[in-house]
T-cell receptor, first 114, second 109 residues
Framework: NAGVTQTPKFRVLKTGQSMTLLCAQD?????MYWYRQDPGMGLRLIHY???????AKGEVPDGYNVSRLKKQNFLLGLESAAPSQTSVYFC?????????????FGPGTRLTVT | GEDVEQSLFLSVREGDSSVINCTYT??????LYWYKQEPGAGLQLLTY?????DMKQDQRLTVLLNKKDKHLSLRIADTQTGDSAIYFC?????????FGTGTKLQVIP
């Protein structure tokens, strides 16, 4: 049982390049989330999904797109990377248990945009 | 949206108690969580409290909730060097949670 995994662990992009971050979970969780973590700002929600085929915007969605074609995978795309997107990205998943949204986190992806 | 505030830094001596405080704005949170992040790692759930409780104890951890003042605190008794980490307060909302800025706990041997 691997829990939540993220690919890749590190990446350096040039401004304007595109990339996709992959999140996978093997716990059969309904909900999945993408966050970014910046110094002094905690975790900010980018996009999330409450089930296969559904996505919703979080607090900071601009410049990112997501897809959830399979229940176990949640992809985060950057179409045209900008230096402001330099950050550590975390994926999380949560089972559907009433009002309890306890989250299980992946190890993170450190992205640098030059 | 929900605002969650924490002080950024706390330094304590090994063996002392640590108290990390959090204030939030959304009174409708049903579950309120504390997460721990060690260097270079993702977040791990430490404990949580249900909104109809005012205190929860779990070994060295004590969570206090003051719903009227929208104040949550985490007390770590007998703080050890292994407790050095960033601690996040995270009130739960509808389908998601909101994370505070995190408090970096430094434990001095």
């Amino acid at each position: 049982n691997a829990g939540v995994t993220q690919t890749p662990k590190f990446r350096v992009l040039k401004t304007g390049q595109s990339m996709t971050l992959l999140c996978a979970q093997d716990m059969n969780h309904e909900y999945m989330y993408w966050y970014r973590q910046d110094p002094g700002m905690g975790l900010r929600l980018i996009h999330y999904s409450v089930g296969e085929g559904t996505t919703a915007k979080g607090e900071v969605p601009d410049g990112y797109n997501v897809s959830r074609l399979k229940k176990q995978n949640f992809l985060l795309g950057l179409e045209s990377a900008a230096p402001s997107q330099t950050s550590v990205y975390f994926c999380a998943s949560s089972p559907k248990r009433g009002a309890n949204y306890e989250q299980y986190f992946g190890p993170g992806t450190r992205l640098t945009v030059t | 949206g929900e605002d969650v505030e924490q002080s950024l830094f706390l330094s304590v001596r090994e063996g002392d108690s640590s108290v990390i405080n959090c204030t939030y704005t959304d009174s409708s949170s049903t579950y309120l969580y504390w997460y721990k992040q060690e260097p270079g790692a993702g977040l791990q759930l430490l404990t949580y409290i249900f909104s109809n409780m005012d205190m929860k104890q779990d070994q060295r951890l004590t969570v206090l909730l003051n719903k009227k003042d929208k104040h949550l605190s985490l007390r770590i008794a007998d703080t050890q060097t292994g407790d050095s980490a960033i601690y996040f307060c995270a009130p739960g909302g509808y389908q998601k949670v909101t994370f505070g800025t995190g408090t970096k706990l430094q434990v001095i041997p």
